[in-house]
C-alpha cells in the first residue's frame, strides 16, 4: 500500500529515465518532470520514515548513485519528505521558488561537496599541554596534597581549560587557513562528540577534489599522528542547497 510520493532530490530539466536504482523499502525509483525540473522519488511505503542509519544512508546511496552515474547538479532534499501529489510541489515549492532553485543550480554547476571531521584525544593533548608547559603542570600538581582555596582549585582548572582551547584553536586555525581559500564555500557545522574538534563541508570544483585531498593529508602530517581525520569526498551537497534569500 502506498502512501504517497517520497522524494530524494531534484536535478535539472535531465534525462534520468535509464537510472535503475532502489530506494527506500526497496522500492524502484523514478523520475518525474515537473515545472522545468526533474525529480527522483519512489513510492512511499510507509507514512513517516524514521530516521534510521539504514533510512539514512538509503537516502543518501540514491542521491549518490545517480551522480555516479553522471548527473553530478542536484539538490538533495532533507530526508523523510513525503508528498501526496505534484501538486503540491508545483505549489509549495517550484513555483514560488522557481528563480531561487535556478540560482542554487547554477551554484553548484561543476562543484561538489567534500567534508571533514576532525578529532583529537583530550587526554593525550592534556598529558601533552603540562608536559610543554613546566608552570602549567606545578600548578596542577598543586592541586594534590594541599590545602588549597576554592578559588584557587577554579583559577588553576581554568587556566588548564584555556590552554586546551588554544591549542584547539591552533589546530582549527591550520584548516581553516590552509583549507578555505581552495573553496568556493565553506559550511562550519556544529561538532557530534567530544573528541571532535571540527566539522566543515566545503564546495570545490569537481577537477580540484585531488588538490585538496593532498592538502588535507598534508595538514594532518603536520600535526604528526595527533588527529583523527575523516575526509568524505563524495556526497551530495546536503550543506550548500540551502534556499537563497530571494
Known amino acids: 500500500m502506498s502512501h504517497g510520493l517520497y522524494l530524494y532530490g531534484i536535478f535539472p530539466d535531465v534525462h534520468l529515465n535509464d537510472l535503475a536504482l532502489e530506494g527506500l523499502d526497496q522500492q524502484p525509483v523514478h523520475p518525474h518532470k515537473l515545472d522545468g525540473f ?50 503540491t510541489v508545483t505549489e509549495q515549492l517550484t513555483q514560488p521558488y522557481s528563480e531561487n532553485l535556478r540560482l542554487l543550480f547554477t551554484k553548484l554547476d561543476g562543484n561538489r561537496e567534500v567534508g571533514i571531521k576532525v578529532f583529537w584525544d583530550q587526554e593525550h593533548e592534556l598529558q601533552t599541554l603540562l608536559e610543554e608547559n613546566p608552570f602549567l603542570r606545578s600548578q596542577r600538581d598543586s592541586l594534590e596534597g594541599k590545602n588549597l582555596s576554592m578559588d584557587e582549585v577554579v583559577a588553576i582548572g581554568q587556566a588548564i581549560e584555556r590552554s586546551l582551547v588554544d591549542r584547539k584553536q591552533q589546530i582549527i586555525y591550520a584548516f581553516q587557513q590552509q583549507l578555505n581559500a581552495q573553496a568556493i564555500e565553506v559550511v562550519e557545522n556544529d561538532v557530534m562528540t567530544e573528541s571532535m574538534i571540527y566539522n566543515a563541508a566545503y564546495l570545490i570544483p569537481w577537477e580540484r577534489e585531488a588538490a585538496f585531498s593532498h592538502q588535507v593529508e598534508a595538514i594532518d602530517q603536520q600535526f604528526e599522528g595527533r588527529l583523527k581525520i575523516r575526509y568524505n569526498n563524495f556526497t551530495a551537497p546536503f550543506n550548500f542547497a540551502q534556499m537563497p534569500h530571494a
Open 38 to 87: 526533474t525529480f527522483l522519488y519512489s513510492e512511499a511505503q510507509q507514512e513517516r520514515y524514521l530516521a534510521s542509519r539504514k533510512n539514512l544512508l538509503g537516502h543518501e546511496r540514491v542521491l549518490e548513485q545517480a551522480m555516479q552515474a553522471g548527473f553530478r547538479t542536484l539538490l538533495p532534499l532533507q530526508f523523510g519528505l513525503v508528498i501526496q501529489d505534484w501538486a
